[in-house]
């Protein structure tokens, strides 16, 4: 599955990210993660995935964790869903989710992003989150 659809259905994709990375850089027309320079590709997961990924790679993180949900149909940049290239260091609980990850070879535009929920830690680690907004507030 190659191009910029979602795949079977165009479902969501969904992509993990702390709230101070998310408002630096964000341009308010695109989001691009800092570790785009490194990967070449903004790293995704499909639902079943999000809380397995959030688990295994941001465990300790400290700040407020989001999700952003993304429309792939949306999306100006690619979309290829590969297989997992796992960090070493974090868990691998994820892997057991899905046999490929969706990756977006540039750019989020935020246009695509159709909603931002935060991902709460619960007694068994992160939870879906209870709803999803259209944007973030403004910075206090």
Same mark, same amino acid.
């Given at each position: 599955m190659d191009g910029a659809g979602g795949g079977p259905s @165009?479902?969501?994709?969904?992509?993990? +990210?702390? !709230?101070?990375?998310?408002?630096?850089?964000?341009? @308010?027309?695109?989001?691009?993660? %800092?570790?785009? *320079? *490194?990967?070449g590709f903004v790293h995704c997961a499909l639902g079943a995935s999000v809380l397995p990924v959030a688990n295994d790679y941001y465990a300790g993180v400290d700040g407020t964790l989001l999700l952003l949900r993304i429309d792939p149909t949306r999306l100006k940049s690619? +979309?290829?869903? !590969? %297989? %997992? %290239?796992p960090d070493p260091t974090a868990g691998s609980s994820h892997l057991a989710t899905s046999p490929v990850f969706p990756h977006v070879y540039g750019p989020i535009d935020m246009e695509a992003i159709d909603g931002i929920g935060i991902l709460a830690r619960g007694a068994d680690g992160y939870e879906w989150p209870l !709803?999803? +907004? *259209?944007?973030?507030?403004?910075?206090?």
């Open positions: @165009g479902r969501p994709i969904y992509h993990i +990210v702390t !709230e101070a990375e998310f408002r630096a850089q964000n341009d @308010g027309r695109q989001y691009l993660p %800092a570790e785009f *320079a *490194a990967s690619p +979309v290829r869903y !590969e %297989a %997992a %290239a !709803e999803f +907004v *259209a944007s973030l507030p403004p910075s206090r």
